[in-house]
């Protein structure tokens, strides 16, 4: 794992299991289980596994993948939802970003 992020949460479809880096425990509990079940339907309906994570300069990156042998994952539909959730949830995000930037990264500016 790249030593310049940090991992937010993901969720796995082979699994069937959702992981909130500790870090994170501060957020709110509704933004906490919006994280998860965003997490487990994105994986419930495309399969694959997901990565929501914080880049070096705090941006919040949504990144999938699946075993080379899986007939089932939809790498065009997984293009496609994390596209929509993007802007679906560009609000949170932004504010996960913000949260990161003054929580985390410690910066005030």
Known sequence: MDQDM???CSA?????????????QG?????RQ?????????TEEVGGVILLFF???GNL???TEA????PAY???GSHLLVKRIRKEQAELFNQLEQYYSLFILGKTD
């Open 34 to 42: 919006e994280l998860q079940i965003m997490c487990v339907l994105f």
């Open 6 to 8: 940090t991992v937010l």
């Open 12 to 24: 796995s479809g082979y699994t069937k299991k959702y992981y909130l880096n500790p870090v994170f």
């Open 61 to 63: 990156v949504i990144t």
């Open 27 to 31: 957020l709110p509990e509704r933004v």
């Open 67 to 70: 075993q080379e042998d899986d």
């Open 55 to 57: 880049d070096k300069p």
């Open 74 to 76: 939809d790498e065009i």
